[in-house]
């Protein structure tokens, strides 16, 4: 089945179209790659990468994060290095995705799907540890609910709400060859 683009003029099968990703979806798996094994990193270099370490000058803005998220300092705490090594299963499924797209496999949404689901929910389980409900409110090192939100709440939000953005928009591909298996009839 093949449709025209009318951008281009350019015919294109409804293949190649499931093999290929949005641009900005793409973007967020390549920015996603990077920022998830550049903070993991920070973890696993611990306590060469904290403040005053060999390699702080690497990660120079976590000095200011380190005083929010009481976690990335206790190089004893194993919930934050499992956490890490998630981030490097997540860009290794985040790369292997853009390689997808540029292979233009019909494989690639689907992976793009799943890798959105694991980020948002390693983000939300992130979250809940900083929760009195799972006892662990004492991680927060501050009362100022200004510095809060932009340090803390804002950064990490965005590994929820565009993960879920990506996952809304991607939903779709899914489910379009059934609305035509239907005689056309969406779902309400």
């Known amino acids: 089945m093949a449709r025209t683009d009318n951008k281009k003029g350019k015919t294109v099968s409804a293949q190649q179209n499931w093999g290929?990703?949005?641009?900005?979806?793409?973007?967020?798996?390549?920015?996603?790659?990077?920022?998830?094994?550049?903070?993991?990193?920070?973890?696993?270099?611990?306590p060469h990468s904290l403040?005053?370490?060999?390699?702080s000058w690497i990660w120079y803005f976590y000095k200011y994060y380190v005083d929010i998220d009481k976690r990335?300092?206790?190089?004893?705490?194993?919930?934050?290095?499992?956490i890490s090594l998630q981030n490097y299963v997540e860009v290794l499924l985040s790369i292997f995705t853009i390689i997808l797209h540029?292979?233009?496999?019909?494989h690639t949404r689907l992976m793009a799907y799943n890798v959105n689901?694991?980020?948002?929910?390693?983000?939300?389980?992130?979250?809940?540890?900083f929760t009195d409900i799972c006892g662990a409110g004492h991680w927060i090192g501050t009362d100022s609910s200004l510095t809060?939100?932009?340090?803390?709440?804002?950064?990490?939000?965005v590994?929820?709400?565009?993960?879920?953005?990506?996952?809304?928009h991607l939903w779709p591909s899914f489910t379009q060859?059934?609305?035509?298996?239907?005689?056309?009839k969406k779902d309400k």
């Open 20 to 46: 290929r990703l949005p641009g900005w979806i793409l973007g967020w798996m390549y920015t996603n790659a990077l920022i998830c094994t550049w903070d993991a990193s920070f973890i696993m270099f611990r």
């Open 51 to 55: 403040p005053g370490g060999a390699y």
């Open 72 to 82: 990335y300092v206790d190089t004893s705490d194993p919930f934050v290095k499992a």
């Open 102 to 106: 540029h292979k233009s496999s019909r």
């Open 117 to 129: 689901i694991m980020t948002m929910w390693k983000t939300v389980t992130y979250f809940l540890m």
């Open 148 to 157: 809060l939100t932009l340090l803390f709440y804002f950064p990490n939000g």
């Open 159 to 168: 590994w929820i709400g565009v993960p879920l953005l990506a996952m809304y």
């Open 177 to 184: 060859g059934q609305n035509e298996k239907q005689g056309g």
